[in-house]
């Protein structure tokens, strides 16, 4: 069964680069995407970025190009960095997987499932 | 941007009840949406995909339809394992996903 699990710091101070990594067990990262989700405390979600298995890569536009998500097949895991932080980036963070479907034959982000714990990151100096 | 409305943002019901949500997108989406349940302090959870198909373990009591811009999510019979917030999803971008505002469920 596949889990995620998000790692990294609680706390990150303003102007500075938030960075988590989701590690994952139970399946292997050779296909999917795998992708970051966050929540801010209190209020609904909001999904930051993508990494195919094969390493393309998207992000929601309106974090005005501060993500940056890599992947590390081999070891499992893949990781989050967003630059230039403030306290609107405070927020609970999900990773989870991307499930693949087929549009008039071609591959396409899905749905998530599963998801990570979720780790809550505190922009505050 | 595809815009994603959910009614009623909130709602109250008793146990055994019938509970019906609503999530109405501002284009068409075919049937590329999915929903998720989200207890309190815990991560969201699948629960549908393709706008009806029921994920793999979520009880037979949660249905969904639609297609095109206009979405129900049905709780056969309200249990209290169901208070948790609901989330629509519509993934016919893969460009910018966006999930619905929430509705809380409540349990009288």
């Known amino acids: 069964q596949l889990q995620l699990q998000e790692s990294g710091p609680g706390l990150v101070k303003p102007s500075e680069t938030l960075s988590l990594t989701c590690s994952v067990s139970?399946?292997?990262?050779?296909?999917?995407?795998w992708t970051w989700v966050r929540q801010p405390p209190g209020k609904g979600l909001q999904w930051i970025g993508h990494?195919?298995?094969?390493?393309?890569?998207t992000y929601n536009p309106s974090l005005g190009g501060r993500v940056f998500i890599s992947a590390d097949p081999s070891k499992k895991q893949f990781s989050l960095r967003l630059k230039s932080v403030t306290a609107a980036d405070t927020a609970i963070y999900y990773c989870?997987?991307?499930?693949?479907?087929?549009?008039?034959?071609?591959?396409?982000?899905?749905?998530?499932?599963?998801w990570g714990q979720g780790t809550l990151v505190t922009v505050s100096s | 941007d595809i815009q994603m409305t959910q009614s009623p943002s909130s709602l109250s019901a008793s146990v055994g009840d019938r509970v019906t949500i609503t999530c109405r997108t501002s284009?068409?989406?075919?049937?590329?949406l999915a929903w998720y349940q989200q207890r309190p302090g815990k991560a969201p959870k699948l629960l549908i995909f393709a706008a009806s198909t029921l994920q793999s373990g979520v009880p037979s009591r949660f249905s969904g339809s639609g297609s095109g811009t206009d979405f129900t999510l049905t709780i056969s019979s309200l249990q209290p394992a169901d208070a948790a917030t609901y989330f629509c999803?519509?993934?016919?971008?893969?460009?910018?996903?966006?999930f619905g505002g929430g509705t809380k469920v409540e349990i009288k």
């Open positions: 139970g399946g292997s990262m050779n296909s999917d995407y």
């Open positions: 989870a997987r991307g499930a693949t479907h087929m549009i008039f034959g071609l591959v396409r982000f899905g749905w998530f499932d599963p």
């Open positions: 999803q519509n993934y016919n971008t893969a460009l910018l996903l966006s």
């Open positions: 990494i195919f298995h094969s390493g393309g890569t």
């Open positions: 284009q068409d989406i075919k049937n590329y």
